[in-house]
């Protein structure tokens, strides 16, 4: 479990968030505890608090060091808009009276990432005094980092010390941030020390790279949950989903076939190829059960071998062996690829429904209200920005973004 920073400053009813014609303005509290709430629900339905302590361990991290690192990943979602009490965004953006007498609004610059990060780091300074503070420096600079550019998109380091160093929020918070104390902070080249220190590089990559997403995704949620007042639902396979997948398949004629097969080996005496399309079925399925906690599995075969129906049931037996998986991704290297394996997915599956075609040739799918059948078309844009469907057919260029991708509506 996770312990949230006490800030006065952020209990403050005077700071706004966001505002909206005919609603109450939204303080920053309630943004900040609405982004909490959904990395709750991504964590419940996507277990990503396991894989973050996990990635932390494996940076080399000890039990004491992981709880601390943890608290700061979570902290970052929790803090990544606290620069908004900047009394300039809050005059100028928001157009909070409570602000428009106020010098300092007119004084300096209106930005509230950078000073995000800059109050994020201050908080959490004397919190990671001791043995291991050089190493926890390096988690803290990085997590920084990503909420600095939590508008824009991750690019190097380079800078960003006196990026902090000048930025100008000592006029309304009153705690300095003295990155001269710690070794790491005295040049950008500390930072590239840091193979003394992290075990894992990659996994550190994937950790920051994960923190930004989350805050992107977070933020995303919370922010269009005021502003249209719909819960952004987190959409994942279910026991009822599986349920029927799993008749409609059974149901198909090629299932029917291959059982039929599978108690009588001459039932495809007149059809070799279809005998030895039902060999493959059955004997992927039985190295499947074979190796049930493997993570790849790898299928060679040619074109017309049934390798989209082999994929259909060893997805299911997937999904029946392993609860925790609720999503399915199926990527290709072509459209047409994308396209043919949609056609035969949409024999079992409803397409737009249980899966959706992510590709630069098909539409957005589009949610509607279910009383007035009105299309929402932010919820439909954060469906499509998030991949939020059971199942998802794209392709190689979509899914390598998603993995390398730096911008915010990438990761």
Same mark, same amino acid.
């Given at each position: 479990?996770?312990?949230?920073?006490?800030?006065?400053?952020?209990?403050?009813?005077?700071?706004?968030?966001?505002?909206?014609?005919?609603?109450?303005?939204?303080? $920053?509290?309630?943004?900040?505890?609405?982004?909490?709430?959904?990395?709750?629900? @991504? =964590?419940?339905?996507?277990?990503?608090?396991?894989?973050?302590? %996990?990635?932390?361990?494996? =940076?080399?991290?000890?039990?004491?060091?992981?709880?601390?690192? @943890?608290?700061?990943?979570?902290?970052?979602?929790?803090?990544?808009?606290?620069?908004?009490?900047?009394?300039?965004?809050?005059?100028?953006?928001?157009?909070?009276?409570?602000?428009? &007498?106020?010098?300092?609004?007119?004084?300096?610059?209106?930005?509230?990432?950078?000073?995000?990060? #800059?109050? #994020?780091?201050?908080?959490?300074?004397?919190?990671?005094?001791?043995?291991?503070?050089?190493?926890?420096?390096?988690?803290?600079?990085? !997590?920084?980092? =990503?909420?600095?550019?939590?508008?824009?998109?991750?690019? &190097?380091?380079?800078?960003?010390?006196?990026?902090?160093?000048? =930025?100008?929020?000592?006029? @309304?918070?009153?705690?300095?941030?003295?990155?001269?104390?710690?070794?790491?902070?005295?040049?950008?080249?500390?930072?590239?020390?840091?193979?003394?220190?992290?075990?894992?590089?990659?996994?550190?990559?994937? $950790?920051?790279?994960?923190? !930004?997403?989350?805050?992107?995704?977070?933020?995303?949620?919370?922010?269009?949950?005021?502003?249209?007042?719909?819960?952004?639902?987190?959409?994942?396979?279910?026991?009822?989903?599986?349920?029927?997948?799993?008749?409609?398949?059974?149901?198909?004629?090629?299932?029917?076939?291959?059982?039929?097969?599978?108690?009588?080996?001459?039932?495809?005496?007149?059809?070799?190829?279809?005998?030895?399309?039902?060999?493959?079925?059955?004997?992927?399925?039985?190295?499947?059960?074979?190796?049930? %906690?493997?993570?790849?599995?790898?299928?060679?075969?040619?074109?017309?071998?049934?390798?989209?129906?082999?994929?259909?049931?060893?997805?299911?037996?997937?999904?029946?062996?392993?609860?925790?998986? %609720?999503?399915? /991704?199926?990527?290709?290297?072509?459209?047409?690829?994308?396209?043919?394996?949609?056609?035969?997915?949409?024999? #079992?599956?409803?397409?737009?429904?249980? /899966?959706?075609?992510?590709?630069?040739?098909?539409?957005?799918?589009?949610?509607?209200?279910?009383?007035?059948?009105?299309?929402? @078309?932010? #919820?439909?844009? $954060?469906?499509?920005? /998030?991949?939020?469907?059971?199942?998802?057919?794209?392709?190689?260029?979509? /899914?390598?973004?998603?993995?390398?991708?730096?911008?915010?509506?990438?990761?």
């Amino acid at each position: 479990m996770y312990q949230l920073l006490d800030i006065e400053i952020l209990k403050r009813e005077d700071l706004w968030a966001h505002t909206r014609e005919g609603k109450k303005n939204e303080t $920053l509290l309630e943004h900040s505890q609405l982004c909490i709430d959904y990395f709750n629900e @991504y =964590c419940r339905h996507k277990g990503i608090d396991e894989i973050v302590q %996990n990635l932390i361990r494996t =940076c080399g991290c000890n039990d004491i060091e992981a709880n601390i690192i @943890y608290d700061m990943f979570v902290n970052a979602i929790y803090l990544h808009d606290i620069g908004k009490v900047n009394p300039a965004y809050q005059a100028r953006r928001l157009n909070n009276p409570m602000f428009k &007498n106020n010098g300092i609004a007119y004084e300096c610059n209106s930005n509230h990432a950078l000073p995000s990060a #800059y109050i #994020y780091m201050t908080e959490f300074m004397p919190l990671i005094e001791g043995q291991s503070k050089r190493k926890l420096s390096f988690f803290l600079f990085a !997590f920084s980092y =990503c909420i600095a550019r939590h508008h824009g998109y991750l690019k &190097n380091t380079d800078g960003f010390k006196d990026d902090l160093m000048n =930025c100008p929020v000592q006029c @309304y918070y009153g705690k300095p941030l003295d990155l001269n104390k710690n070794s790491i902070f005295t040049t950008d080249k500390g930072y590239t020390r840091i193979k003394k220190h992290i075990k894992d590089e990659i996994a550190f990559f994937i $950790l920051c790279r994960l923190l !930004f997403a989350t805050i992107t995704a977070c933020d995303y949620c919370a922010t269009a949950e005021y502003k249209n007042d719909i819960k952004f639902d987190i959409s994942i396979i279910d026991t009822d989903d599986f349920s029927i997948w799993k008749k409609n398949h059974q149901k198909g004629c090629i299932y029917k076939g291959i059982v039929k097969y599978q108690e009588n080996k001459d039932y495809f005496k007149s059809s070799p190829i279809n005998a030895l399309r039902s060999d493959m079925f059955l004997e992927s399925e039985q190295r499947l059960k074979q190796f049930p %906690n493997a993570n790849i599995y790898y299928l060679e075969a040619p074109t017309g071998s049934g390798k989209t129906e082999n994929s259909i049931n060893l997805k299911l037996n997937i999904l029946e062996m392993h609860p925790n998986v %609720n999503n399915v /991704f199926y990527i290709f290297p072509f459209n047409t690829l994308v396209e043919q394996t949609a056609e035969t997915l949409e024999k #079992y599956f409803e397409k737009d429904v249980d /899966f959706a075609v992510v590709n630069s040739i098909n539409p957005i799918v589009m949610k509607r209200d279910i009383e007035t059948e009105e299309v929402d @078309y932010e #919820y439909s844009y $954060l469906g499509r920005l /998030f991949n939020n469907y059971p199942m998802v057919v794209t392709s190689h260029v979509n /899914f390598f973004n998603f993995l390398f991708g730096c911008g915010k509506e990438q990761v």
